[in-house]
């Protein structure tokens, strides 16, 4: 699979908080999922990685080339959304698209026009008085009508209502079905992933701890549920577990052994949440 984006060896700090020289890569055809909880540095990433805040090291490469080398080029070819989204309060959907539109080589008027439709913003609507989740339809309307190779975005589901959240799901494979394009996006909200995306990656405390196919990743853990007698034995085989009066559940990477060893457990699959938890805790 060719990469679409290379981030290598970034750096950014704010008092306490650093960006551990973080690398990763976006694949071609793939929708990548940015993970890690409050703080871990996933707005922080995809800022300094946009330039929108001043990285203090690291280079980003785009279709093999270093983005510095033609910035513009490189915003043509991508779509953004953020989750506080930096548009004009006092203007208009209409008076806001004609200042941005024209910085698009490719702006496709009609698809846009479709989306506002299809998320039932109005032109006239006034931007200030838009609800946060209609101020995230407009900027994914905006992000999605430029025939951008690439979406980055940060937390696009926050504020969305299920309905919605279900469309994203659906927008985001049908922007995937034209080829050779990419999407990047951080969320909190896991079971979007579950139906979404084909990579994660996790970021805590500003260092990425795993850059994987979701599949492979949640092949690899398994959930544990067994009596507590048999905690003494199981533990070592854990990566982490909860116990009660009633037994223990616990999140494993080595559920074959467990199974041949103590075929009374019960196992079962990992959701991603699981997987998070079992990294940080
Ligand atoms: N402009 C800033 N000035 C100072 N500190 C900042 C700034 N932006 C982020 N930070 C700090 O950097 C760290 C990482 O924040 P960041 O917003 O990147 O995390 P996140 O993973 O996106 O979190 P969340 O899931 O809560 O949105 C936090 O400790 C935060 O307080």
């Not at 070819?77 to 490719?106: N, R, W």
């Amino acid at each position: 699979m060719a990469s679409i984006l290379e981030v290598s060896g970034l750096r950014k700090s704010y008092g306490n908080f650093e960006l551990n020289d973080i690398s990763f890569t976006i694949q071609e055809d793939c929708i990548t999922g940015f993970i890690g909880a409050n703080g871990a540095g996933k707005s922080t990433t995809i800022y300094s990685l946009l330039n929108l805040v001043r990285r203090e090291a690291g280079t980003i490469t785009f279709r093999g080339k270093d983005i510095s080398a033609d910035e513009r080029l490189f915003k043509d070819k991508i779509g953004v959304v953020f989750d506080s989204s930096s548009f004009y309060d006092e203007l208009t959907i209409q008076e806001m698209t004609s200042l941005i539109a024209p910085s698009y080589s490719e702006w496709n008027q009609r698809a846009y026009q479709e989306y506002l439709d299809m998320f039932s913003l109005q032109k006239e609507h006034i931007i200030g008085m838009l609800s946060k989740g209609m101020k995230m339809k407009y900027a994914l309307a905006l992000a999605l009508s430029h025939n951008a190779e690439l979406l980055i975005m940060d937390e696009p589901t926050s504020g969305l209502d299920p309905f919605m959240r279900k469309q994203f799901i659906r927008i985001l494979k049908t922007y995937m079905e034209a080829g050779s394009r990419a999407v990047f996006y951080s969320t909190h909200n896991t079971t979007d992933l579950d139906q979404s995306a084909d990579m994660l990656i996790m970021i805590h405390a500003g260092t990425i701890l795993f850059e994987e196919n979701k599949d492979a990743l949640l092949e690899k853990f398994r959930i544990v549920k067994g009596d507590v007698k048999l905690l003494p034995d199981i533990q070592p085989f854990m990566l982490n577990f909860d116990k009660s009066n009633y037994g223990f559940t616990g999140i494993t990477d080595k559920a074959e052994k467990i199974k041949a060893a103590y075929p009374e457990v019960l196992i079962e699959r990992a959701a991603i949440e699981d997987i998070m938890l079992a990294y940080i805790k």
